[in-house]
């Protein structure tokens, strides 16, 4: 079982910055990848950013170059720095972490964390 825990929403003007933290506990040992997802009002989920275990990290078009995914070197918290944000950017971000479980892949999702970005 994993418990995942997302911090550091909260309301930012346009052009400003965030960053949002993801913390991974219980049996992380079998973390292949944790992501980042947003949802806006009326729309669906979308991964934002991803990050596997080895490293490699990927991005939808709308975060390139705005967004950077890290994580610390325990690989059981990812970061989100968000820069030149935009009001598009409001969301709900969820962090979700996908793991070999006994009988296949499976993920846990947290509760997500609300960022508010004012025009």
């Known amino acids: 079982q994993v418990q995942v825990v997302e911090s550091g929403g909260g309301l930012v003007q346009a052009g400003g910055s965030l960053r949002l933290s993801c913390v991974a506990s219980?049996?992380?040992?079998?973390?292949?990848?944790i992501g980042w997802y947003r949802q806006a009002p009326g729309k669906q989920r979308e991964l934002v950013a991803r990050i596997t275990n080895g490293g490699s990290t990927n991005y939808a078009d709308s975060a390139k170059g705005r967004f950077t995914i890290s994580r610390d070197n325990a690989k059981t918290t990812v970061y989100l720095q968000m820069n030149n944000l935009k009001p598009e950017d409001t969301a709900v971000y969820y962090c979700?972490?996908?793991?070999?479980?006994?009988?296949?892949?499976?993920?846990?999702w947290g509760k997500g964390t609300l960022v508010t970005v004012s025009s």
């Open positions: 979700n972490v996908d793991m070999f479980g006994r009988y296949g892949m499976v993920d846990y």
């Open positions: 219980g049996s992380t040992a079998s973390v292949t990848a």
